[in-house]
C-alpha cells in the first residue's frame, strides 16, 4: 500500500494556516460531549491534555509515574529552539525548517517540519506566560546558546533543567485543569492494550498499578503520549519506566510503526563503568559549546590526559568537520567517538570513552563562567565517576537517547486507526532519520499545544459522542486478553529474572544495532530474538500476584514486548539498504566514512503492517518529497 | 558496552523497612548484600539485592525509582534517618556506595509523614504534593495568546531567584525531614518562583493563600523553623522561600 500523509500543497508557508482553516470546527457548547483519553503526561501529554481540557473537552489523563510531574521529558538538560532571531544572527522559521530538514538527513515530511518551525516561537511565548523560568541576560531579555547541527543561536534554556522547567509549566497548566474538573487524572496507571470499535480507537485497557484492578476507560479519541522506546538496549539515557508498552500494543491492534531503525545515540554520556550498571547518564550536549573533544593521537597512550602535549591530541571532530567542528550533530559526533574508540584510541576503563576537555576555555573565560553555565553538570559528573572535571578532562561516550521513529501518523498527527492520535517522540514525524539537539522539547509541546487540539476536533467533528459503551464486546476482550496474559507472566515460574533477559535482550541489540549495523549482524539478530522471547515465556521468574502492587509484573510486561519490538526494529534496520541519519549500516558509506544515502531507492517512510508475532510483518511506504529543500549529501565540513 | 570487574568488593548488612500494605503492620528485615563496588549507586546495590531475593523465590522490596539521574524527583528513602542518605545535594539515585564502607550497617526506611501513607515498602503516595499545586500553584494563562517573550523584561536577578525556587523536584524530602511534617518548603518556593515573576503577580494573593489551605487541608504540618527540609533537599532549595511564602500570606491578611 502506498500511504498517503495527506499533507497541504501549495506554498509551504501557507501550508498549516490553510489547512487549520479548512478543518472542521466542534461548537462549544458540544465540546463537552467528548471524551478524550490522554496517555502519558510529559511534554506532549501534558500539554494536549491541558489544552483539552481548556477548550472544553471531558479530558481523562494517564500515566505510570505517580505524579504527571515526573515524565522523562523532565529529564531533557539543554534547552529548546525557537526561530525567533532575538541575537540577530540571521535565523528565520525559513532557516529552522531548513535545519531540522536536513539535519534529519531528508527522511521527514516538509510540510510537518514547516509547522513545528512555524509554531516553535509561540512555544516559547507560551512557557514564558506560564511562569518557566528561562536564562535571561543583564537587560532582562531572553539569553540564548548554541546547539548541534545548527550555525545560529536558537536555544532557549532555564540552566541545565529546561526539560523539567517545561514540563512543570506543562504541569501546572495540566494541574489547572484538574482543579477545574475538565481533567480527571489517572497517576500510577498502565496503558496495557487499545480498545478498537468499528476499526476506530475508542478506548484502553490500563491496570492500575496499586491496586492491580485491570478495567477499561472508552472515549471518542485517544491520544498516545507515551515517549520512545531506546530501553530496547536495556542501558540508555530514558528513565527506567520508559517502554515501547503502548505504542506496541497499538501496533497489534493495527496502527503502523514507522521507521523503527531510526534510534539516536547521544554523542555525550558517561561511560559505563560495570556490567551491574542499570542505566547511562547523559551530560547535555550543550556542553560542546565550550568542551573540546579528542582522543591520543597515538593508541594505546595510556598518559593521564592532563600529561598528554598538545602535539599528541587529535581534535577529530574539529579536524574532520572544521565548519561545525564540536557542534557537530549528533549521529555524526557519536559516530566519530566508536571510530576512535575501534581504532584502539578510546580512553578510560575498556577504553570506550574520549575526551571531554574544558582546560582551553576555562583558560578563556575563567572557572566561574564554566561553573555558572555546566555547574550542575560537573557536579553530577563528580558524584557519578568520583572525578573533577574543572581539574582533569571529562569522559564521555555515546549511548542510547531517543528515537526518531514512531507509530506512522498523517499530517494531523492521526495513525491509520482513526481516532488514535500519536504525539511527541512516540510518533515519527518530523525528526527523519536523526533529530538535532533541542528539537524533542520543540516537537513535543507543539504537538500538544498548538497542533492536536485543531486536527482532534476535525475528527470529533465526523463522530458521534459516547458511541462505545465500557460493556461493549471489544472492551471486554481486551479485559480479558490483559488479565490473561498477565496472569501467563506470574504463572511460568521458571529461574530467570526479568532483568536478567532484559539485559541479553538489550546487549544483543546494542552489539549488533547499535551505532552500526550490517547485514550478517541483523539477520543474527533477528535469529536470536525469538530464542530469548522463547526463554522468556518458558523459564521466567516473577514473585508476587497480580493484585497489588508488583513492579517485577509491570517491567516483565514490558520486557514481553520489547522481545516482540526488537525484532521488528532489526527488520526494518536490514530492508533500509542504505544509512542515513541514525541509522548507519557499514555496507553503505563513502570512503570517509561518512553516511550514503539512496535516495534512489530509500526516499521513503517504512510503515509495518502487524501479522502476528512470529509473522513477517507487511511493509508500506509514504514517498518522502523534497521541494524546498533540495536533497542533497549532507555535509558539516 | 563490555563492563570491567576488578574493583574490590563490599558486603553490608541492609535492615530494610518491609511492609505489605497501607493497612499492614510494618517491620525492619535484615538483609545482605554482597558483591557491592563503589561505583554502584544505591539503587543499584539495592538492585542486586532484589535479584537475588527473586532467585530464592521471596518479594524483592518495592521502591520507588524512575529517571536514576536526580530530576525526576520519585526516589524516597531515608537511609540512616537522613533522607537521600545525607550526601549535599545528592538524591538516593545518585548517592554511590563509595560513600560507605564494606561491614557497614545501613537502615532503610520510608518517607514518614501524616500526609503520605506508605503503599509498600519503601513507596509511599505523595498524591497531596499534587493536590497543593492543583489548588494554585500555576498562572492562569490559557493556551494560546501569549505575548512576545521579551515583551516584558525580567531582571536578571529576579529570574534567578525565580529559578532557584523553581529548581524543586517535589521529591517530599522536605516533609520527611520535618519533625513537623511540613511542605512549607516545597508550598513555598513554588509561591515564591511565581510571585518574583510579574506574570505571577496578578494572582500572587489568591495563589498563597489556596496553597497554603490546601497544605492544612492535607494534613502536613507547620514551620518551626528547624531547617532540616533545607538540609536534605536534594536541590538546595532555601528556607528563605518559606520566609517569602510567609511574608505572601501576610499580605493577604493584612495588604
Keep these: ?637 | 558496552m563490555s563492563g570491567q570487574n576488578e574493583h574490590k568488593t563490599m558486603t553490608l548488612k541492609l535492615i530494610v523497612w518491609r511492609q505489605k500494605g497501607p493497612n499492614e503492620p510494618g517491620r525492619f528485615e535484615t538483609l545482605t548484600a554482597r558483591n557491592i563496588t563503589e561505583h554502584h549507586s544505591f539503587l543499584e546495590m539495592l538492585d542486586v539485592v532484589n535479584e537475588d531475593l527473586i532467585r530464592e523465590g521471596k518479594e524483592p522490596i518495592v521502591f520507588d525509582h524512575d529517571c536514576r539521574e536526580g530530576i525526576c524527583g520519585v526516589c524516597s528513602q531515608v537511609i540512616n534517618g537522613l533522607a537521600h542518605g545525607g550526601q549535599e545535594r545528592t538524591t538516593v539515585c545518585q548517592l554511590h556506595m563509595r560513600k560507605f564502607k564494606d561491614g557497614d550497617t545501613i537502615y532503610i526506611e520510608p518517607w514518614r509523614a501524616r500526609a503520605f501513607p506508605i503503599l509498600k515498602d519503601l513507596m509511599v503516595d505523595r498524591g497531596a504534593l499534587d493536590t497543593i499545586i492543583q489548588a494554585g500553584g500555576y498562572i492562569s494563562t490559557h493556551t494560546g495568546g501569549a505575548p512576545d517573550g521579551n515583551a516584558i523584561p525580567i531582571p536578571k536577578p529576579d529570574a534567578e531567584y525565580s529559578m532557584d525556587a523553581a529548581e524543586c523536584i517535589g521529591c517530599g524530602a522536605c516533609v520527611a525531614a520535618c519533625p513537623n511534617g511540613a511542605a512549607m518548603l516545597f508550598t513555598g518556593a513554588k509561591v515564591a518562583q511565581l510571585a518574583a515573576l510579574p506574570q505571577g503577580q496578578v494572582e500572587a494573593k489568591e495563589r498563597a493563600l489556596a496553597m497554603i489551605k490546601a497544605m492544612q487541608e492535607c494534613g502536613f504540618g507547620n514551620c518551626t523553623n528547624h531547617y532540616e527540609c533545607q538540609a536534605a533537599c536534594p536541590k538546595d532549595i532555601h528556607v528563605k522561600f518559606i520566609a517569602r511564602l510567609n511574608r505572601e500570606y501576610l499580605r493577604v491578611l493584612f495588604g
Aim: net charge neutral; with cysteine.
Design chain 1, 1 to 637: 500500500m502506498i500511504l498517503d500523509g495527506k499533507c497541504p500543497t501549495g506554498p509551504i508557508e501557507k501550508t498549516w494556516d490553510k489547512h487549520r482553516f479548512d478543518m472542521k470546527l466542534v461548537s462549544p457548547a458540544n465540546k463537552r460531549k467528548y471524551k478524550i483519553l490522554v496517555v502519558g503526561t510529559g511534554l506532549a501529554g501534558a500539554s494536549a491534555a491541558a489544552s483539552l481540557g481548556e477548550l472544553g473537552y471531558n479530558v481523562e489523563s494517564f500515566c505510570y509515574q505517580d505524579s504527571p510531574r515526573r515524565a522523562h521529558s523532565i529529564a531533557a538538560q539543554g534547552g529548546i529552539n525557537a526561530a525567533k532571531n532575538y541575537p540577530n544572527d540571521s535565523d528565520s522559521i525559513y532557516r529552522l525548517f531548513y535545519d531540522t530538514v536536513k539535519g534529519g538527513d531528508f527522511r521527514s515530511r516538509e510540510t510537518d517540519v514547516w509547522r513545528l518551525a512555524q509554531v516553535s516561537n509561540n512555544i516559547i511565548d507560551q512557557c514564558v506566560a506560564q511562569g518557566v523560568p528561562f536564562a535571561r541576560d543583564y537587560g532582562g531579555y531572553l539569553d540564548n546558546r548554541s546547539f548541534g547541527g545548527a550555525q545560529v543561536s536558537r536555544t532557549f534554556f532555564a540552566r541545565g533543567q529546561t526539560g523539567q522547567q517545561l514540563l512543570l509549566g506543562a504541569y501546572s497548566a495540566l494541574s489547572r485543569q484538574i482543579k477545574a474538573g475538565t481533567v480527571t487524572m489517572f497517576p500510577r496507571t498502565e496503558m496495557l492494550d487499545l480498545v478498537v470499535v468499528d476499526g476506530e480507537a475508542k478506548g484502553i485497557t490500563i491496570r492500575d498499578l496499586v491496586t492491580g484492578e485491570i478495567r477499561v476507560h472508552v472515549g471518542d479519541a485517544v491520544l498516545l503520549c507515551t515517549g520512545g522506546y531506546v530501553n530496547v538496549f536495556y542501558l540508555s539515557t530514558n528513565a527506567m519506566g520508559c517502554s515501547v508498552t503502548a505504542i506496541w500494543k497499538a501496533y497489534k491492534k493495527g496502527a503502523f510503526f514507522a521507521n523503527p531503525c531510526y534510534t539516536q545515540i547521544h554523542p555525550t554520556c558517561i561511560p559505563q563503568a560495570g556490567d551491574y550498571q542499570s542505566k547511562l547518564t547523559l551530560m547535555s550536549e550543550s556542553l560542546r559549546n565550550d568542551g573540546r573533544i579528542w582522543v591520543p593521537k597515538n593508541k594505546g597512550d595510556k598518559r593521564p590526559p592532563n600529561e598528554i602535549s598538545e602535539e599528541d591530541r587529535d581534535y577529530y571532530l574539529e579536524r574532520k568537520y572544521p565548519s561545525f567542528g564540536n557542534l557537530a550533530p549528533r549521529d555524526i559526533a557519536s559516530r566519530a567517538a566508536k571510530e576512535q574508540c575501534d581504532d584502539g584510541r578510546g580512553v578510560g576503563p575498556g577504553e570506550r570513552g574520549v575526551y571531554l576537555d574544558f582546560r582551553d576555555s576555562i583558560a578563556r573565560l575563567g572557572e566561574e563562567t564554566i561553573r555558572e553555565r555546566y555547574g550542575n553538570l560537573f557536579e553530577m559528573y563528580e558524584r557519578i565517576t568520583d572525578e573533577n572535571g574543572y581539574k582533569v578532562p571529562m569522559r564521555i561516550y555515546p549511548a542510547p537517547h531517543y528515537v526518531m521513529g514512531g507509530l506512522w501518523v498523517d499530517y494531523n498527527l492521526m495513525s491509520n486507526i482513526p481516532g488514535l492520535f500519536v504525539l511527541g517522540e512516540a510518533n515519527f514525524s518530523v525528526h527523519g532519520a536523526n533529530r538535532l539537539g533541542a528539537s524533542a522539547l520543540m516537537q513535543g509541546l507543539a504537538d500538544g499545544y498548538f497542533i492536536v487540539p485543531y486536527t482532534v476536533a476535525h475528527y470529533l467533528t465526523q463522530t458521534k459522542p459516547g458511541k462505545t459503551a465500557s460493556d461493549h464486546s471489544e472492551c471486554r476482550k481486551s479485559i480479558e486478553e490483559v488479565k490473561d496474559s498477565t496472569k501467563k507472566l506470574l504463572s511460568i515460574n521458571g529461574r530467570r529474572t526479568v532483568t536478567e533477559l532484559m539485559h541479553e535482550l538489550g546487549t544483543l541489540m546494542w552489539n549488533n544495532v547499535g551505532m552500526a549495523r550490517s547485514k550478517e549482524g541483523l539477520t543474527e539478530c533477528i535469529m536470536k530474538i525469538p530464542a530469548i522471547r522463547e526463554e522468556f515465556w518458558g523459564n521466567l521468574r516473577v514473585t508476587g500476584n497480580g493484585g497489588e502492587i508488583n513492579q517485577q509484573l509491570e517491567n516483565a510486561g514490558r520486557t514481553a514486548d520489547f522481545l516482540e519490538f526488537a525484532e521488528l526494529l532489526c527488520r526494518d534496520a536490514l530492508h533500509r539498504n542504505e544509512s542515513c541519519g541514525g541509522h548507519f549500516r557499514v555496507e553503505y558509506q563513502f570512503e570517509d566514512g561518512e553516511a550514503k544515502r539512496d535516495d534512489k531507492n530509500f526516499c521513503y517512510s517504512a510503515a509495518w503492517e502487524f501479522k502476528g508475532v512470529d509473522s513477517e510483518p507487511e511493509l508500506h511506504k509514504e514517498p518522502l518529497e523534497f521541494k524546498e529543500v533540495k536533497l542533497a549529501v549532507r555535509s558539516y565540513k
